[in-house]
């Protein structure tokens, strides 16, 4: 079984940058896509960012540019930097975890979280205008 545990969110500054990080724990033979998640009150989860093993990422449309997802393999934790925060990117932020075709389908489609089966609890991020 597999754990996710997020951190690092908070409260920032419209312009301002926040990194939030994922720790995974346990072991799992089908997770070689990770990625970030975020879901604002009263809205639906949306994709933000994955990445695979191999270090293939993909964005959705509306943070690219601003947002950089990266993985420490040896630290087994998921990083995502958030850089000219909007409003708009007020949300609690998810880690997730899925088989690699997650990637494949999230780099040709676009992310979706139904390819997702492990999932941590979010972490809060604020952007005050």
């Known amino acids: 079984q597999l754990q996710l545990v997020e951190s690092g969110g908070g409260s920032v500054q419209a312009g301002g940058s926040l990194r939030v990080s994922c720790v995974v724990s346990?072991?799992?033979?089908?997770?070689?896509?990770i990625g970030w998640f975020r879901q604002a009150p009263g809205k639906e989860r949306e994709g933000v960012a994955v990445?695979?093993?191999?270090?293939?990422?993909s964005y959705a449309d509306s943070v690219k540019g601003r947002f950089s997802i990266s993985q420490d393999n040896a630290k087994r934790t998921l990083y995502l930097e958030m850089h000219s925060l909007k409003p708009d990117d007020t949300a609690m932020y998810y880690c997730?975890?899925?088989?690699?075709?997650?990637?494949?389908?999230?780099?040709?489609?676009?992310?979706?979280?139904?390819?997702?089966?492990?999932w941590g609890q979010g972490t809060q991020v604020t952007v005050s205008s």
């Open positions: 990445i695979d093993s191999g270090g293939s990422s």
């Open positions: 346990g072991v799992s033979s089908n997770t070689d896509c």
């Open positions: 997730a975890a899925g088989p690699r075709w997650a990637c494949i389908v999230s780099r040709a489609v676009g992310i979706s979280q139904g390819n997702f089966g492990y």
